[in-house]
């Protein structure tokens, strides 16, 4: 019992993450062919990794040691050690795991979040914009190209391009510095994704130009939007294999740009692919950077088609209002001076 004291009191200080239960009558289990040996395994389950971690260890042992049982017992029975082995396990298997030897999360999970907050936060910036220019000077920012340009075009493509400047320098910092500053992978051609981050920030922005002329105020972006950084994940296959997804939610996901964009990095980046190899997702942002593109720009064109309607009918009701005051007046002066 004092062995089972130490460990929960480790556990509970949180000097161990997981524990391993071997019973006393372990040895006995196994020695007798009927019988059969239970081992517990208890793990921390706060975070996914020390779960895994600890069970996959387990199994791994556990795996062996039935190997090596097996083969005792064939040789107990008259078997030499050759023929044991080869009736233990007839087809010889070895488990390599692509691109992760390790099989750490971080090795494959991390590349994926580096290209989802370039995302996130491109797309709440814009969006949380748009609503501060609502809240200040709506007219202005939607129309400007209309009304001193006649171009909605140029302004949607302009404001992109911008947006697209600024996070040159983070996404070369992001993308390039940041994996070999912690050991992620890191062994596609960086020109290779800095071509990828063209068409990604490019969808980015201009999806993200659509959504924004729905944003009234600069809070509505955080409040309504924020949840959706986890979902993106799960929907991008980086976290949970996309054939395992419904068809709803596979579609639904293609939406979105960081799911080209999160698939196509961890392609050359993690994976060595080269540009050509990634053509799908490459070839995926472009459609959707042109398809945002129109839907931002027929957002832009249709807010400020809009707004000039309404302030036309404004202007309108208000040039009334002042002809039949002045007509009012007039009359009043007309009948004092009779």
């Known amino acids: ?23 006393a009558d372990f040895e006995s289990s196994l020695s007798s062919v009927a019988g059969q ?10 975070s996914f990794l020390y779960y895994k971690n600890v ?11 039935h190997h090596t049982i097996q083969v005792r017992r064939y040789e107990m029975l008259g078997k030499d050690h050759e023929t044991a082995e080869m009736l233990a396990q007839p087809v010889r ?18 590349p994926a979040i580096l290209i989802l907050i370039l995302y ?21 920012y939607y129309i400007a190209g209309r009304r001193f340009e006649r171009s909605t075009f140029r302004l949607v493509l302009g404001r992109a391009l911008a947006y697209v400047t600024l996070y040159a320098g983070l996404s070369a910092y992001v993308l390039g510095v940041v994996p070999r500053l912690f050991g992620l992978p890191h062994i596609g051609n960086f020109g290779d994704v800095l071509r990828l981050m063209v068409p990604f920030l490019l969808s980015t922005s201009f999806f993200a130009m659509t959504v924004s002329v729905f ?33 709803f939610w596979r579609y639904t996901a293609m939406i979105f740009p960081s799911t080209w964009g999160i698939n196509g990095y961890i392609h050359i980046n993690s994976c060595g692919a080269t540009l050509a190899e990634t053509s799908r997702e490459y070839i995926a942002l472009w459609i959707q950077t042109g398809v945002y ?24 009701v208000i040039l009334n209002y002042l002809r039949h005051r002045s007509a009012g007046i007039k009359r009043k002066m007309e009948q004092k001076e009779k």
């Open 120 to 140: 996130q936060t491109l797309f709440f910036g814009i969006c949380m914009l748009a609503g501060i220019a609502r809240e200040q000077n709506g007219e202005l």
């Open 55 to 65: 069970l996959q260890a387990a199994n791994f042992v556990m795996l062996d040691e």
């Open 37 to 46: 040996a239970v081992v517990s395994v208890y793990c921390d389950m706060s």
């Open 215 to 247: 944003i009234r105020e600069r809070e509505t972006a955080m409040v309504t939007l924020l949840f959706s950084s986890i979902v993106l994940l799960f929907l991008s296959g980086a976290s949970w294999p996309s054939s395992n997804l419904p068809d």
């Open 293 to 316: 593109f129109l839907t931002a720009s027929l957002g832009y064109g249709l807010f400020g088609w809009y707004y000039e309607k309404s302030l036309a009918k404004r202007r309108d």
């Open 93 to 110: 298997y070895e488990t390599v795991m692509l691109y992760n030897p390790g099989g750490g999360y971080p090795s494959y999970l991390l």
């Open 1 to 23: 019992m004092r062995e089972h004291d130490e460990a929960e009191q480790l556990y509970h200080r949180r000097k161990v993450h997981g524990i391993v239960y071997i019973p």
